[in-house]
């Protein structure tokens, strides 16, 4: 039983020992993601977000799952090129989002509010659409921002050209 000691100690020392915490991958990805200015001109001024962009197949079906927070001024787009129509779903998203559909003129089609975490009905303007950007849940309403309103994103919502081709190709400038 005396030699057993030294072994029970060294086991217990090594259960109780912490392992380092693995990688949070989901925020190391949205860390290393470039950010996209979105501009939204409602009727109570000029709101500016900084969101990340969906532009291959994989990250639009990817999106915002498994995020557990949005910042305030954040979001997500998901440029349709062409214009579809487009359909959502929360099935693995863990915060209310707000779905802004975006019409190819620029205006807000649709306003899908605090979409609810979870839910497998699909959410969908039922016309095609621009663009669908994604901020957090109930940020359109503080802001005052409504169907109708205008988005411009890139160059077009800053005013200024950024020397970056990725951004040229997703500048989206909505005619008057």
């Given at each position: 039983?005396?030699?057993?000691?030294?072994?029970?100690?060294?086991?217990?020392?090594?259960?109780?020992?912490?392992?380092?915490?693995?990688?949070?991958?989901?925020?190391?990805?949205?860390a290393?993601?470039?950010?996209?200015?979105?501009?939204?001109?409602?009727?109570?001024?000029?709101?500016?977000?900084?969101?990340?962009?969906?532009?291959?197949?994989?990250?639009?079906?990817?999106?915002?799952?498994?995020?557990?927070?949005?910042?305030?001024?954040?979001?997500?787009?998901?440029?349709?090129?062409p214009?579809?129509?487009?359909?959502?779903?929360?099935?693995?998203?863990?915060?209310?989002?707000?779905?802004?559909?975006?019409?190819?003129?620029?205006?807000?089609?649709?306003?899908?509010?605090?979409?609810?975490?979870?839910?497998?009905?699909?959410?969908?303007?039922?016309?095609?659409?621009?663009?669908?950007?994604?901020?957090?849940?109930?940020?359109?309403?503080?802001?005052?921002?409504?169907?109708?309103?205008?988005?411009?994103?890139?160059?077009?919502?800053?005013?200024?050209?950024?020397?970056?081709?990725?951004?040229?190709?997703l500048?989206?400038?909505?005619?008057?």
């Amino acid at each position: 039983m005396i030699r057993a000691l030294p072994f029970f100690a060294i086991a217990l020392l090594a259960a109780c020992s912490s392992s380092p915490p693995a990688a949070d991958n989901s925020a190391q990805a949205q860390a290393a993601t470039a950010t996209l200015p979105v501009v939204i001109r409602s009727a109570k001024g000029a709101h500016r977000f900084d969101v990340e962009v969906a532009a291959s197949q994989q990250q639009q079906e990817q999106g915002l799952m498994f995020r557990k927070s949005l910042a305030d001024n954040g979001g997500m787009l998901f440029p349709m090129d062409p214009p579809r129509t487009a359909s959502f779903w929360m099935k693995d998203t863990l915060i209310p989002l707000d779905m802004l559909f975006i019409h190819t003129d620029g205006t807000i089609a649709f306003l899908k509010s605090q979409a609810q975490p979870y839910s497998r009905i699909p959410v969908s303007a039922g016309v095609p659409v621009a663009a669908v950007l994604e901020l957090r849940g109930g940020r359109a309403a503080e802001l005052g921002i409504a169907e109708g309103d205008r988005v411009s994103w890139g160059n077009c919502a800053i005013g200024s050209p950024r020397p970056d081709e990725a951004w040229d190709q997703l500048s989206f400038c909505p005619k008057s």
